[in-house]
């Protein structure tokens, strides 16, 4: 179905070496609604951010949904250490 949300839960850290899996989920979830679920984010380093930014005007410019779910302060002072307002994503109350 192409307007099934798909939902992913980012880990605490991305991984230092290999292929990022968010960015896996990504690419499999083109086109159709995403809602990513960053509870379990213990640190955002920039590379994960610009993965999210450009993830996020992607989907923006083909007017599909892209939410944050489950926001923690932890997440929220990341965003502000890498110099992005917390309320830049869309944030999905779950």
């Known amino acids: 179905m192409p307007d099934q ?7 605490p850290r991305r991984a ?4 990022d899996p968010l960015l896996s989920f990504l690419q499999q ?12 984010v213990e640190r955002i380093d ?9 993830a996020q ?3 923006a ?4 949904a ?3 779910a489950h926001v923690t302060d932890t ?3 990341g965003l502000s250490r890498l110099g992005l307002s917390p309320a830049h994503f869309a944030v999905e109350e779950r």
Not at 46 to 54: C, D, E
């Open 46 to 54: 920039s590379l994960r951010l610009r993965i999210l930014l450009s």
């Open 29 to 40: 979830a083109q086109g159709r609604p995403v809602v990513l679920s960053v509870a379990e």
């Open 75 to 77: 997440f929220r002072d």
């Open 66 to 68: 892209f939410a944050l």
């Open 16 to 19: 230092r070496s290999g292929a």
């Open 57 to 59: 005007a992607l989907w």
């Open 61 to 64: 410019k083909e007017g599909i």
């Open 5 to 11: 949300m798909q939902s992913y839960t980012l880990a």
